[in-house]
């Protein structure tokens, strides 16, 4: 493929059925120095992930502030290196047969903090044209790319093209972050905590257009959020993280009707209601999570799940299907062979013990 | 959109946008300090550069009988200095040396030393420690001695002391600049263009480089009168210009004798080096607020 038509569609490879993304055994240690008299250690952030997206699905990956959502998306855009796991894009492995340039056409990536993720100094047409002029598109060109592309998110060219960042509101930034995205024609999107910094009704305008443009474009999305409100109104399938790992993976509505690990059943109980008859009154898992700095051993939840066994805290439980329906869980009550007093029963009549 | 929404969009629009710079440069014509400083400063380097046409006395010619006459002496308005030369056309002429002095090794060093800070702070890992290690060496001497040690070295003259105060500044300049690029290579827009599959040399010139600049030369505008300082140092040490030709570190060195017999004359050229000193620290201040703009 030549440098002029760069910023053209990627065409498909695998067909309909092959992942767009295929992440197996993804893991990041980080090092942790210690004090003067050592006692540094490593935080796991990231710890054998495996997950795929579905062309033109929307994955939505959500879990706590530390758990290693953003590193993964980071690892998979090759922005950090992960220490193990291979990364397919498309049926190819990165890093292969798969340049991280080239990948970096294929997927790009939105990030939470609108203000920061643009450079003060450049113009919002600028900004959104760096990526193609870097891909060989010449200035002219890139530019008319720019302009098209700001019309596509709702800011019109002739009063915005020439504005610095610190001129626009923060719903604007974020077209604009979402426009500089979609530059490259990528066909994967990465958005991490895209609209968390937005205010609700400025949420809303961006996750229409969001949706708008994977119509549009037919991007597929990675959704990386701790709304589970949001998650659930835009995703087709959802990764629970908890401390660099994936406790459960399910269809959305397979998720919120059938969940399966503990850890996601506190997580939607403490999603806010807004029926007052079904008021929280209790915290529905005490504390924080655990440092990520020498993770507890076994099943890393242990330490908070009210069905904790000594098992639990013995061997690590693997993510296994519960269905045929993509529901998976890495909880040892889901597997009847795991030998936990509670193995195999339904969590629902579990929660009523 | 609300029509009260487009017309506030529409008035914000009619302010035509302009670059940093220009709100920059805007924002130090309203300070009052800064203008009076930068209307001195431009007032001695015109002085200094047009110095030949301005109907002044011949620097260089003595006279044995006019010696260290007083300010205000009909025909010698600064007076006289101790081999009976013109003051006032002394200090205007050499104006000359000592800005050149002052100016040049800091943009030298300012060049140098941005370059390697911005590599080291983007880079980081083995080039940094490789570059900041390097600077930390020179560092470890003060700054005059290191002048005076390097120009010593050298031997005397323009060239050798531009040389030894350009080194002198590097290292302090790289450090601003290794700081400065560390905390903006952590912002999201060098990730986001680093994910567009950017070069780290494009990343440095569009992205890191725009965004340093500012610091880097807010910090080496106010070398310039540590510069100046240490360069009329090394004249008054004999190891900067040599005689007959006027630089103002030199006069205050030769004019030394004469503190006790005309004490006013004696100290112009401490004068001189004063003034455009701290009009060069205050219009480095003033850029530095001036330049604070935030959104």
């Known amino acids: ?353 | 959109m609300s029509a009260i929404a487009e017309d506030i969009v529409r008035i914000a629009t009619v302010e035509k946008t302009r670059g940093y710079w220009g709100t920059v440069l805007r924002r130090l014509t309203r300070d009052p300090v800064s203008v009076v400083c930068a209307a001195i400063l431009l007032a001695i380097a015109l002085a200094a550069i047009f110095a030949p046409w301005l109907g002044l006395a011949d620097p260089l010619q003595g006279s044995g009988i006019r010696r260290l006459r007083w300010i205000g002496t009909p025909g010698y308005p600064l007076g006289t200095d101790d081999l009976g030369r013109d003051m006032l056309a002394r200090l205007v002429y050499g104006g000359r040396l000592s800005l050149v002095l002052g100016l040049l090794p800091v943009a030298l060093a300012f060049a140098i030393g941005t370059t390697l800070g911005v590599i080291a702070g983007y880079v980081g890992g083995m080039v940094n420690q490789a570059i900041m290690r390097v600077m930390d060496v020179f560092y470890a001497f003060p700054s005059v001695l290191l002048a005076v040690a390097i120009s010593g070295t050298l031997g005397a003259g323009i060239v050798n002391s531009l040389v030894s105060l350009t080194v002198v500044f590097v290292p302090p300049i790289t450090r601003v600049a290794e700081s400065v690029t560390t905390g903006v290579r952590n912002l999201d827009f060098v990730d986001a263009a680093r994910a567009s599959g950017a070069g780290p040399m494009t990343i440095m010139r569009v992205h890191v480089l725009g965004n340093v600049l500012g610091p880097i030369f807010v910090y080496a505008t106010g070398l310039i009168s540590v510069c100046m300082i240490l360069a009329a140092g090394l004249s008054f040490l004999g190891l900067g210009t040599k005689p007959p030709s006027p630089e103002w570190g030199f006069m205050l060195n030769q004019l030394r004798t004469a503190i006790y017999v005309n004490p006013w004359v004696a100290a112009l050229p401490g004068v001189m080096i004063f003034i455009v000193s701290i009009c060069f620290n205050l219009l480095s201040d003033g850029v530095r607020s001036a330049m604070d703009v935030r959104g």
């Open chain 1, 1 to 353: 493929m030549s440098e002029a038509d760069l910023t053209a569609p990627v065409a498909d490879v695998g067909g309909p059925q092959q992942p767009l993304l295929a992440v197996r055994g993804l893991s990041k240690h980080f090092a942790v120095r210690g004090g003067l008299l050592g006692g540094g250690g490593v935080v796991r952030a990231v710890d054998d992930v495996s997950l795929s997206v579905g062309k033109g699905e929307v994955l939505g990956i959500v879990g706590e502030s530390g758990c290693g959502k953003s590193t993964t998306a980071r690892l998979i855009i090759g922005l950090i290196a992960p220490d193990a796991g291979e990364i397919m894009f498309d049926g190819e492995p990165v890093g292969d047969r798969l340049s991280l340039r080239e990948l970096r056409r294929r997927v790009q990536m939105v990030f939470q903090d609108s203000y920061s993720s643009l450079n003060p100094r450049l113009t919002i047409e600028d900004t959104i044209a760096f990526g193609p002029t870097v891909h060989g598109v010449a200035p002219g060109e890139a530019r008319a790319r720019a302009h098209d592309l700001l019309r596509k998110v709702g800011l019109d060219p002739a009063l915005f093209a020439g504005r610095y960042p610190h001129e626009l509101s923060g719903g604007q930034r974020q077209r604009v972050n979402i426009a500089r995205a979609l530059a490259l024609s990528p066909r994967l999107v990465l958005l991490d905590e895209a609209v968390s910094a937005l205010d609700k009704s400025v949420e809303a305008q961006v996750l229409n257009l969001l949706i708008d443009l994977k119509t549009e474009f037919g991007l597929t999305y990675v959704f990386i959020s701790h709304d589970l409100n949001v998650v659930r109104f835009i995703s087709d399938r959802v990764v629970v993280m908890y401390l660099g790992e994936v406790v459960e993976e399910a269809p959305v509505e397979a998720l919120w009707a059938d969940t399966r690990h503990p850890y996601t059943r506190a997580l939607l109980a403490a999603m806010p209601s807004l029926d007052p008859s079904r008021r929280t009154e209790q915290a529905p898992i005490a504390g924080d999570p655990p440092s990520p700095i020498n993770p507890p051993s076994g099943c890393r939840f242990h330490t908070r799940c009210p069905f904790a066994e000594p098992l639990c805290s013995a061997r690590r439980p693997a993510l296994l299907p519960t269905g045929n329906d993509g529901h998976a869980a890495a909880c040892h009550m889901v597997d009847p062979a795991s030998g936990h007093s509670r193995a195999g029963k339904d969590i629902k009549e579990q929660a009523h013990v």
